[in-house]
């Protein structure tokens, strides 16, 4: 089946600092590519949704400036944290899929753990 | 205001116990509604659903969709420790662009030997 790998799997940061989370297709092309922030206990809370080649769109509440998505070739979308501070600790996830699938064939990856301290 | 809730939003059984998970929706323009197992990282797909009324099954798990009272069930029969999983439930609504998922909190399952 499709594999999306999400890297890095753990990272922690100084406050003030950016950090970038890498969500690559290895075996189909990513149209549509989603980024997902869990906080403990909760469910995934959808941040934006990129498609290659254009600007991301951000869900309300999401301020586009500090997190920063590149979705620039068809296997590799990029979450950038900027200046992160502790409240960006969470767990970030992302999907992909190609749009002319359904959902049933959107993949998730491992995850990135972020600690900010 | 779309919104994706289940229930419970825990649950302690024994290996062998049958459970019942509920997920109720309000979704504009549904399209589909999904499930998925989520242990300690990725979410990984179980189900979706489209139409009412017609239930998938995996092996011990089932699952069947009502459009008309905007719920889901998703059963899993003789359940195993493997089951303990966080469950989510995602509705799927056309909008824009792309469509996009809501999920649900989730339910934690914990099957206990």
């Known amino acids: 089946g499709a594999v999306v790998s999400q890297h890095p ?33 909760k469910s995934l809370m959808l941040m ?11 869900e309300q509440g999401v301020e586009k400036d500090k997190f920063l998505i590149n979705h620039a070739s068809l296997t590799l979308s990029t979450l950038t944290v ?6 960006d600790s969470s767990f970030y996830i992302c999907s992909a ?21 | 205001e779309d919104k994706v809730v289940q229930s419970p939003l825990s649950l302690v059984v024994h290996e ?5 998970l509920n997920c ?27 139409s009412s009324g017609i239930e998938k099954k995996s092996g011990r798990l089932s699952s069947i969709l009502d459009k008309k009272e905007l719920f889901s069930i998703l059963n899993i029969t003789a359940t195993q420790t493997g089951d303990s999983a966080v469950y ?16 649900g909190t ?6 206990q030997p």
């Open chain 2, 106 to 111: 989730g339910t934690l399952l914990a099957v």
């Open chain 2, 88 to 103: 989510l439930c995602a509705v799927e609504g056309y909008g824009g662009a792309t469509n996009k998922l809501i999920f």
């Open chain 2, 24 to 50: 109720s929706y309000e979704v504009t323009n549904f399209r589909s509604l999904l499930w998925y197992k989520q242990e300690k990282k990725a979410p990984t797909f179980l189900f979706m659903l489209t």
């Open chain 1, 48 to 58: 934006a949704t990129s498609n290659e080649g254009s600007k991301a769109t951000y």
């Open chain 1, 9 to 41: 799997s753990r990272v922690i940061c100084k406050s003030g600092t950016s950090v970038k989370i890498e969500c690559r297709s290895l075996d189909f092309q990513a149209t549509t590519m989603f980024w997902y922030r869990q906080f403990p206990k």
């Open chain 1, 97 to 117: 899929r190609d749009s002319l699938w359904t959902y049933e064939q959107a993949f998730f990856g491992q995850g990135t753990r972020l600690t900010v301290v």
């Open chain 1, 82 to 87: 900027t200046s992160a501070h502790p409240e």
């Open chain 2, 16 to 20: 062998g116990d049958t459970v019942t």
